[in-house]
């Protein structure tokens, strides 16, 4: 059983940035693709951004694209999310989730964590 624990959500002005960062307990990360979804406030969860493997695949919702980067180091086992140019729109709960294929479906993904809220203040 892999258990994910995200960190680094919290409160960001508009044009801000934020890290977060999702580890695994009890088990090397390097086994699986992950990917990060999050859940605004009465919507549904959507993809936000996956990375393959050894990080040689990357994929981005068109929302965040060019304004968040996914990355991995394996040897520290963790996956990052860096959020740049924040907008009010991207205030959700950011989830972690690791599986054996990197798709934005939701289904595919054998684990998840508990979540970090980031909150984007105008």
């Known amino acids: 059983q892999v258990q994910l624990v995200e960190c680094g959500g919290g409160l960001a002005q508009a044009g801000g940035s934020l890290r977060l960062s999702c580890a695994p307990s009890?088990?090397?990360?390097?086994?699986?693709?992950v990917a990060w979804f999050r859940q605004a406030p009465g919507k549904e969860r959507e993809f936000v951004a996956g990375i393959s493997l050894h990080g040689i695949r990357t994929d981005y919702a068109d929302s965040v694209k060019g304004r968040f980067t996914i990355s991995r180091d394996n040897a520290r086992n963790t996956v990052f999310l860096q959020l740049n140019s924040l907008i009010p729109e991207d205030t959700a709960v950011y989830y972690c989730a690791a599986g054996n294929s990197i798709t934005r479906t939701q289904s595919s993904y054998n684990y998840w964590g508990q979540g970090t809220q980031v909150t984007v203040s105008s």
């Open positions: 009890g088990r090397t990360f390097s086994s699986y693709n």
